[in-house]
């Protein structure tokens, strides 16, 4: 405000000083109104996603089970609303704090600040509840209502806003958007728009949850080969993945959290292109991606299959989230391309060891999220890192010159994530397990949950002979462990 008053006093004569002051005054102000409109048009964009991941997990899972994954997808995003209002916003940025956890703000309080204002807790909540969505594909077909209303409070509550505030809080110990220098190796963790804190949390929650909870019946045979359990609709596969590429473009341009900031005063250059170039970069990931995973899975099964497209598409976008705003355009057809080929190799991984995911969400989220988390530390740019992070030292990407430091912090990035949220949501998971909380009865599996749970299957079928079903009804909710064999 200083600058901009001297800069532009001797330009006004008389009471120069004044009306300096009440010009600049009044131009920050409309600054503050840009950028916290377009901080509330992303959160919007970046909301819209949930319709993208109830579409994609209702066309994912079979017909008998669609009510109950829909159901899961609007109650993320409303017990996430409560608890990360209450809970999970203070833990995340609540400062001034430690460098584990937030301390202040619970239930928003002192909020509007000089820091935050109501607009940034609204995008930070559809992240969050973002991380929720993912877990709840990689559990489908299976999992009691009960779990998801514990894990979804805990993990938005608790374990994601843990996870932010390291990399994304001013005070986190490893983020690089720390004030007082102290950054990881010299560096601090480059996540933009969260490819480590969003898609590697979700991914290796989903990942616990799976893996206690075991394969759906009839997933693998007695001999342990894969049997294919497909889901009922590829038509909301790919309306539910187009949802989703929409709304990135809130996830990714949208967490520079302003537009209006330049880079040289006078310029046609400022953050507004590095908002353009990130929305680019995440455009040219998943492209690359989803062409990959066509021709690639073509090779490998002989087919030309539109829900591995949409899957690859979406690992394309999960890896370039970390370094979307500081890597260049090339760079990200390169993100894509290898992006898509780690997404094929977990899935085989998968096969191998009986893992069972009926959205690949703990594959396309956590390995592709991981990818990208490296990624960045190998082709960030010099120039792109010292626009988007000002005030940290320029170390970039091992690939463009700028040493191993970044590299080095990435990688701690993946291993504390992947630590602390196996000891959370894998103890979470074990303990609702040994409760008799998690997994649904094998009769209510094979009926599917939508008639014994939900009240009805989610589409009718006028001609269907109605008396198949009389045998099969609601009844009261019992608890069963992990069916044998399974």
Sequence with gaps: MGSCSADLAPLLGANATGAAEYICNKFTDASYAVDNTYLLFSAYLVFSMQLGFAMLCAGSVRAKNTMNIMLTNVLDAATGGLFYYLFGFAFAFGKPSNGFIGRHNFALGSIPSTSYDYSYFLYQWAFAIAAAGITSGSIA?????????????????????????????????????RTDGDFLFGSGVIDFAGSGVVHIVGGVAGLWGALIEGPRIGRFDHSGRSVALRGHSATLVVLGTFMLWFGWYGFNPGSFNKISTFYTSGNYYGQWSGVGRTAVTTTLAGCTAALTTLFGKRILTGHWNVTDVCNGLLGGFAAIT????????????????VAALVLIGCNKLAEKVEFDDPLEAAQLHGGCGAWGVLFT????????????????????????GGGGRLLAAQVIQILVIVGWVSATMGTLFYLLHKFGLLRISADDEMAGMDLTRHGGLAYVYHDED????????????????????V
Excluded at 143 to 165: D, E, K, M, N, R
Excluded at 377 to 400: I, Q
Excluded at 466 to 485: L, V
């Design 141 to 177: 077909e299976r999992t009691q209502f009960v779990a998801y209303l514990i894990y979804s409070s805990f993990l938005t509550g608790f374990v994601y806003p843990v996870v932010s505030h390291w990399f994304w809080a001013s005070d986190g110990w490893a983020s690089a958007l």
């Design 322 to 337: 970390a370094g979307c705003s500081v890597v260049e355009p090339w760079a990200a057809i390169i993100c894509g391309f």
């Design 377 to 400: 530390g190998l082709f960030a740019s010099e120039k792109y890192v010292r626009e988007v992070y000002s005030t940290r030292p320029t170390h970039y990407g091992l690939f463009m």
């Design 466 to 485: 109605e008396s198949q079903n009389q045998g099969i009804q609601m009844r009261k909710i019992d608890s069963y462990p992990t069916p044998p064999g």
